[in-house]
């Protein structure tokens, strides 16, 4: 089954927000200076750009992605502060040294050559500058995530390939800084960046999992409608709900930088 990335609306709802939490954190534990130039890869629908924007002031701010859906709604949403562009991490439209940090959320693990993207990202950062990523801890703390692969295996056995904990064991911190070093950074560090993914009621956990943007929704979209109410009605039934019928589940992600 092939991921679908392609429409920055649906994705918001499915990650988006709660990449966002992320990133408030991310770019503040960089601790960069105001007016840097940045450069935001694997941009998606524009929260970390966003974050970026609306706390550290960037002189510039160049958010790229693959899919001309995600561009279109980041740039929507960032409108003149940035420039989106579309592009791949593994030949970054951006030159030499254009950068003075350069990051990435929620992306490394979805591209196939990790380390020729962080070389891609260290080419276009300049001397002393920054190279920083964070992704979802999937094999740990990634409850929300996690429980849904739970219930699909179950159900369906053979999909047991497809729970993302088990497609991306290595989204964490010691295998990152060991990638990071072996492009070739310095004053390599990891931190973990933990959030409590909070849902109103059943369908705000559930109908973003019907946006068809992401792994586990392109899953629920390859089922037929009788699949579909069997995976709601076991995932209900297996979700902690309070008695106010709101859902808390903890989230971490692992963020990384390097110097170049």
């Not at 951006?94 to 891609?120: M, T, Y």
């Amino acid at each position: 089954m092939r991921d679908s990335w392609q429409s920055g609306d649906p994705y918001e709802y499915y990650m988006g927000r709660w990449s966002r939490l992320i990133a408030e954190q991310f770019v503040d534990w960089l601790a960069p200076a105001s007016g840097m130039r940045w450069l935001d890869v694997g941009c998606g629908s524009g929260a970390l750009s966003e974050a970026v924007i609306n706390r550290h002031n960037p002189e510039q701010l160049i958010a790229i992605d693959q899919s001309e859906g995600f561009v279109r709604t980041a740039q929507q949403r960032l409108g003149a502060k940035a420039s989106c562009k579309v592009g791949s991490a593994l030949s970054l439209p951006v030159d030499d040294a254009a950068v003075d940090i350069a990051v990435s959320g929620l992306v490394l693990n979805f591209i196939p050559e990790p380390e020729r993207a962080l070389a891609e990202m260290q080419r276009v950062t300049g001397k002393h500058g920054a190279v920083a990523v964070y992704i979802w801890d999937y094999a740990g703390k990634m409850e929300f995530l996690n429980l849904f692969w739970d219930v699909v295996v179950e159900l369906n056995p053979s999909a047991s390939d497809l729970h993302e904990s088990r497609r991306f064991p290595d989204s964490n911190a010691e295998r990152l800084i060991d990638t990071f070093k072996r492009v070739g950074f310095s004053g390599v560090e990891a931190a973990p960046i933990e959030i409590v993914t909070h849902f109103s009621d059943f369908d705000d956990y559930w109908q973003p999992f019907l946006g068809g943007q992401g792994p586990a929704p392109t899953y629920v979209s390859r089922l037929d409608e009788t699949e579909r109410a069997h995976l709601r009605e076991a995932l209900a039934q297996r979700l902690p709900v309070e008695e106010n019928g709101s859902i808390f589940l903890n989230a971490r992600a692992w963020a990384t930088k390097g110097i170049v």
